[in-house]
DNA sequence: GTCAACACTTGCAAAATGCAAGTGATCTGT
DNA sequence: ACAGATCACTTGCATTTTGCAAGTGTTGAC
């Protein structure tokens, strides 16, 4: 399996890698990705654990019930692919 | 929708970027990109389809019935994100 | 004590993915 | 020229993933 093929494991799935792009800017609460993103609820839950199980994320409870999902040393090591990723998506595709 | 979005939008799908990375080598035929990265048939000329109308790459016909894909400039632009996630998904999780 | 907010879960439909077998157009050897 | 092999796919169907909508339990505020 090629280091890429590993990192689409991870982060390959739908929604991933524009979550970990939110938490980029810093720690936010699960209904606040929601509504940045769009994202279905059930999927958003069920990416959370996958990156959470994967060590891209923690979560930090906050007062009361809520909490907050931040990524780890190893999902802001994210940034560079997901700038390049995004880079990339901004050019027009010059026909 | 994001930069980022924009890019997932056209290399976001299952095996899209598996087989950018693989042309990055140079043009490739149908059937040795299928054996190299073991992706289901149907899904590979759905991919090639979806990533020749998005500009990404492009048929070469070569003598006979045979033709191989190569990417075009714009899926060459991809090399820098494939890096990045590539070195990404190489580090060990180190817990 | 009632009502709202937050962080989910559940049930089900729709879409994407995967497997296996089949198709038609060359091409190779005899 | 004919048989069999190769290449580049397509087709049919099962499985998995994704998405929508509604519901649940736990605080918290008034």
Do not use: C, F
Not at 27 to 50: F, H, K, S
Request: hydrophobic share 50%.
């Amino acid at each position: 399996m090629s280091d890429l093929a590993a990192a689409l494991d991870v982060v390959g799935a739908r929604w991933a890698l524009l979550i970990v792009e939110r938490l980029l800017d810093g720690p936010q609460r699960y209904g606040d990705l929601q509504r940045d993103l769009g994202v279905p609820t059930n999927i958003l839950a069920t990416r959370l654990r996958e990156l959470e199980a994967a060590g891209v994320l923690s979560r930090l409870p906050l007062r009361h019930n809520t909490r907050a999902y931040a990524l780890t040393d190893r999902g802001l090591a994210l940034r560079e692919a997901i700038v390049a990723l995004g880079r990339w998506g901004a050019k027009k595709a010059e026909v």
